[in-house]
């Protein structure tokens, strides 16, 4: 079993950037597809599905979200040290929302349910 922690998170003006960072403890993390999500709160008593953003595979092969992030964003991995990066630039005020951090067996994949292990969040606040 993986534990995931992520950082980074703040409130950044809209154009700007952020890096946010999933630190993962546990074994072979070389193993794990890596995976962010996220989600914006809804209404009272409506579930919201975290929406995919961004995955890479043990071997590094990278998938994304085009239609949400456009090229803006970049997923990178670094096993040496058991950490995942989202670097987001050109930041808009639909991308505030808590960004999650998350880890599967192998591949990669864009359902949040194929997924087995996720970190607690970090909040994404673009605004003026």
């Known amino acids: 079993q993986v534990q995931l922690e992520e950082s980074g998170g703040g409130l950044v003006l809209p154009g700007g950037s952020l890096r946010l960072s999933c630190a993962a403890s546990g074994r072979d993390f070389n193993s794990f597809a890596m995976g962010w999500f996220r989600q914006t709160p809804g209404k009272e008593r409506e579930f919201v599905e975290r929406?995919?953003?961004?995955?890479?595979?043990?071997?590094?092969?990278?998938?994304y979200n085009t239609d949400s992030v456009k090229g803006r964003f970049t997923i990178s991995r670094d096993n040496a040290k058991n950490m995942v990066y989202l670097q987001m630039n050109s930041l808009e005020p639909e991308d505030t929302a808590v960004y999650y951090c998350?880890?599967?067996?192998?591949?990669?994949?864009?359902?949040?349910?194929?997924?087995?292990?996720w970190g607690q969040g970090t909040q994404v606040t673009v605004s003026s």
């Open positions: 998350a880890a599967r067996p192998t591949y990669s994949s864009r359902q949040s349910s194929e997924y087995d292990a």
């Open positions: 929406e995919f953003v961004a995955a890479i595979s043990w071997r590094g092969l990278t998938i």
